[in-house]
């Protein structure tokens, strides 16, 4: 148990050229999005395999590689490293997410990482290590040590069919943002994950099947209350095992059918904090990727969800499954972006055993310049507790710039305000914050 001291705190050429795209963006997006620490709340299990619109020579703004100030990165061998660290200043005037009395901090961000990624015509190995450390100025409780290593690796096959092996272990942070946030806690929850998947994708003709294995393993450390008390997290330590199958079929090059199911076996840990949460888990939902017209671009996905527990007495969740996104791209300067996912996920409140999560966003991204993209940002979800009175939402709205300075320096401001609003005879916690930060990556 971790205690805290409570202190003033092969593939097809199209699909390497998709990656190749890709890269560039995940690149750009990683230099914005932790000075504002996401304000978005997302499951603590990955949500299997991917989902990605039919790929064309449109491209979103994000998507839009820049050649003349993209990061070039570093030949090693047969490898290309990306290093890249970024600085943070940041700021909030409700560091512990209070209903009243509330305390306003700053702190500071240092977030050094590596990529690396073989440059083979055939097969592919990627590997990276990061880490995110935050030092507050007043409340060092609120300190934050994370890290993310992992291999991926692709044994290419024939054709497009290929087989993916991968592990991954990060530490990362449950805070007040979350709906997965214990009540009147002073301390963000670390959590960490090892995760083991093995992949695999027969493609033929206009058909693609995808199997996918995956193990999460989580270990909640504990944290602190307002008032200095212990707040014990051992009860959420559990193993997800995951068996995901899909099928695809390409009818036209920018239109596809898709149906795909996932059950997950959740093994806890501890059996006898109120009742064992263990039990299993099955969604099923089919949909397609098209274009509705040659700028909007969509995905939908709509089945079945169901959660059993395995202890009497304790009723199933079950529901409507939805997986949704859209791109409409304006023009070729700008983007909106509009997805919706409902899903269950695991209570941390005594008496619940879990919740339907509804999440809706929107983004609109605009390339004002070359090496200037301003980005805006919205969501709302919405948390109904099972067999307690609760019912929460979270809504969170921000904006963003990317401005590139050149190959290896990008400077991040952002704002975000966040509310959290609780109801019920057994409310979580209700609060506002806002939060401003400047970053600057130095990147190779």
Not at 19 to 32: C, E, F, I, K
Not at 238 to 260: D, W
Not at 268 to 274: E, G, K, P, Q
Request: net charge neutral; charged share 25%.
């Amino acid at each position: 148990m971790t205690h805290v001291r409570p202190a003033p705190a092969r593939p097809s050429r199209r699909h390497r050229v998709v990656a190749s795209r890709l890269l560039a963006a995940v690149s750009m997006l990683a230099a914005g999005m932790s000075a504002a620490q996401a304000q978005t709340t997302r499951s603590v299990l990955d949500t299997g395999i991917p989902f990605d619109l039919p790929q064309t020579d449109r491209v979103t703004v994000l998507q839009r590689p820049h050649p003349e100030v993209d990061a070039l990165g570093v030949h090693a061998g047969a490898f290309l490293v990306f290093p890249q660290i970024e600085l943070a200043a940041n700021a909030t005037n409700n560091v512990f997410g209070a209903t009243t009395d509330t305390n306003s901090d700053v702190y500071a961000t240092v977030a050094p990482r590596i990529d690396a990624r073989s440059d083979w015509s055939r097969h592919q190995l990627q590997a990276h290590a990061r880490g995110t450390f935050r030092r507050y100025l007043d409340y060092s409780i609120k300190n934050e040590n994370g890290y993310d290593v992992g291999v991926d690796g692709r044994l290419d096959i024939v054709g497009d069919s290929n087989l993916r092996a991968a592990v991954n272990a990060d530490r990362i942070y449950i805070t007040q943002l979350s709906g997965d946030f214990p009540r009147f806690a002073a301390a963000s929850v670390p959590l960490d994950r090892q995760v083991a998947s093995l992949r695999g994708t027969y493609a033929f003709n206009r058909l693609q099947l995808i199997g996918d294995v995956n193990v999460t393993r989580l270990n909640y450390s504990d944290t602190r209350a307002l008032d200095g008390t212990l707040i014990d997290q051992d009860y959420l330590d559990r193993t997800a095992t995951r068996l995901t199958a899909r099928a695809e079929y390409n009818v036209s090059p920018v239109t596809s059918l898709f149906v795909q199911g996932i059950y997950t076996l959740h093994n806890y840990r501890v059996t006898n904090f109120d009742f064992d949460r263990s039990g299993d888990e099955v969604r099923v939902i089919g949909g397609a990727a098209f274009d509705v017209t040659p700028l909007i671009r969509t995905r939908l996905g709509v089945g079945y969800l169901t959660r059993h527990y395995d202890t009497a007495g304790v009723g199933n969740l079950s529901g409507l499954a939805l997986d949704a996104q859209v791109d409409y791209l304006i023009t070729e300067l700008t983007t909106i972006s509009l997805s919706a996912r409902r899903d269950v996920r695991d209570a941390i409140v005594t008496g619940s055993p879990g919740y339907v999560a509804s999440r809706v966003s929107a983004e609109i991204d605009h390339e004002l310049l070359r090496n200037l993209i301003l980005i805006g940002r919205a969501d709302v979800e919405k948390d109904d507790f099972s067999r307690i009175d609760r019912d929460d939402t979270l809504f969170h709205v921000g904006a963003s710039a990317l401005y590139t300075l050149n190959r290896s320096m990008v400077l991040t401001p952002s704002i975000d305000y966040s509310n959290r609003d609780s109801r019920g005879a057994q409310i979580g916690q209700r609060f506002n914050e806002v939060r401003a930060g400047l970053s600057l990556t130095l990147r190779r």
